[in-house]
């Protein structure tokens, strides 16, 4: 089978598999897309959406906002050509020597001291959590004290401790947001959520 044979093939089992769900077309474009990339049908029941999340996310990336992950992995798996199609950045400092300077000197992960060194750039843009609860919680906190404004939040941290509890902390949070309950996720899922929103934009865009 080609590619597109593959993935056509995919999707279509995944809507009879699915079967009836009370998500909006545009929410379902990205709850099927984070269940092809995991094969996990648990999302159905778990995805949240703020209900300004999809139109802000679009807004952002068709205005060219900066796309900011909390890992690589999350930036590596965000489609290139079409963050460059419409001229979005896409960003991850975890690498940044000044950020691991600032993780030591204040005792703190690397991924929180990332989302300080970021706080700027994700002015109004996307901030994309795929791995690290710790990102989660200190771009809630940034937010909060007024030190930053992004346009969606993109909350899917993985792991046993505070993944759950971070989300939470998001789905009280005064920002638009995609995220689900419990400890499942990962920068997969969280650049799919990205990939599903570039088709979206470029489908509002035509």
Known sequence: MKPHEIEDLSFSIIEKEAGPHGFAPAQWRIVSRM???????????????????????????????????????????????????????????????EV????AAQGTTR?????????DQVKGGIFVVGNAPTALMRIIEQITAGHTAPALVVGLPVGFVNAAESKQMLTRADVPHI????????????????????????????
Do not use: W
């Open 111 to 119: 991924a929180a001291a990332a989302v300080d060194a970021a706080a």
């Open 35 to 97: 269940i092809h990339t995991s094969a996990d049908f648990e999302y159905l029941q778990s995805v949240r959406f703020h209900p300004e999340a999809i139109s802000a996310g679009i807004r952002a990336i068709q205005t060219g906002r900066a796309i900011v992950t909390d890992t690589n992995m999350a930036k590596a798996g965000i489609r290139k050509t079409d963050a460059a199609q419409f001229g979005c950045r896409l960003e991850c400092l975890m690498e940044d020597p």
């Open 179 to 206: 995220t689900n309950m419990g400890r499942k996720g990962g920068s997969a899922v969280a650049a799919a959520v990205i990939n599903a929103l570039f088709s979206l934009a470029a489908e509002k865009g035509a």
């Open 100 to 103: 691991k300077k600032q993780a």
